[in-house]
């Protein structure tokens, strides 16, 4: 026997080991077949889709995005960046049922399942439904307790949900436009 049999045998397994480590991390096994998780991402609509984004085109991103989703439905974070551009833009539905869509996913690990969380919860808030975007926090801390992202969000609502301020927009810029244009002309101050 070799002097250099054990080191041949270790240098072998280690090349077997990232053979399969590789095989593993870019393949999926789902319902009896092979899935490449990389279809998505090798697209050129998601790399179209991101140069758009760098560019500051949301609408044309927002397009290239959802043709390289269509490519492959499991590619999580293609969604994930089409359900946040979606909130950016100001289409708070649209981003909270993709987010919602994606937390019905069985297969998501731990972690997903509290980022999913957390942009939901940025939409809720983006939304205005403070009471849903605390409950989406909590239970991203509950999932990840370390989570600063949810820390500081929770701890902003908090503020906002107890400041005793109506910050809302409908407070901004209708309420408050009517009482000082309308209702203070026709019952002054010194009617009080």
Request: hydrophobic share 45%; charged share 25%.
């Given at each position: 026997?070799?002097?250099?049999?054990?080191?041949?045998?270790?240098?072998?397994?280690?090349?077997?080991?990232?053979?399969?480590?590789?095989?593993?991390?870019?393949?999926?096994?789902?319902?009896?077949?092979?899935?490449?998780?990389?279809?998505?991402?090798?697209?050129?609509?998601?790399?179209?889709?991101?140069?758009?984004?760098?560019?500051?085109?949301?609408?044309?991103?927002?397009?290239?995005?959802?043709?390289?989703?269509?490519?492959?439905?499991?590619?999580?974070?293609?969604?994930?960046?089409?359900?946040?551009?979606?909130?950016?833009?100001?289409?708070?539905?649209?981003?909270?049922?993709?987010?919602?869509?994606?937390?019905?996913?069985?297969?998501?690990?731990?972690?997903?399942?509290?980022?999913?969380?957390?942009?939901?919860?940025?939409?809720?808030?983006?939304?205005?439904?403070?009471?849903?975007?605390?409950?989406?926090?909590?239970?991203?801390?509950?999932?990840?307790?370390?989570?600063?992202?949810?820390l500081v969000n929770l701890q902003k609502l908090h503020e906002y949900k107890y400041a005793g301020v109506d910050k809302s927009?409908?407070?901004?810029?209708?309420?408050?436009?009517?009482?000082?244009?309308?209702?203070?002309?026709?019952?002054?101050?010194?009617?009080a």
């Amino acid at each position: 026997m070799s002097p250099y049999a054990p080191l041949l045998a270790a240098l072998v397994a280690l090349l077997a080991g990232l053979t399969i480590g590789k095989a593993w991390e870019r393949y999926k096994l789902r319902d009896g077949r092979w899935i490449d998780r990389r279809r998505a991402r090798e697209s050129p609509h998601y790399i179209l889709g991101l140069n758009f984004l760098v560019a500051n085109q949301v609408d044309l991103a927002i397009e290239e995005l959802s043709r390289a989703a269509s490519l492959d439905a499991d590619a999580l974070e293609v969604h994930m960046i089409l359900g946040n551009l979606y909130r950016e833009k100001g289409q708070v539905g649209k981003a909270i049922t993709v987010h919602q869509t994606l937390l019905q996913r069985p297969q998501l690990s731990k972690l997903e399942h509290a980022y999913v969380l957390l942009c939901l919860g940025l939409d809720y808030k983006r939304g205005g439904f403070v009471d849903r975007a605390l409950e989406a926090f909590n239970e991203v801390l509950r999932l990840d307790p370390k989570n600063e992202y949810a820390l500081v969000n929770l701890q902003k609502l908090h503020e906002y949900k107890y400041a005793g301020v109506d910050k809302s927009l409908v407070s901004k810029y209708i309420l408050k436009p009517f009482y000082t244009n309308v209702a203070i002309k026709f019952f002054p101050m010194s009617m009080a």
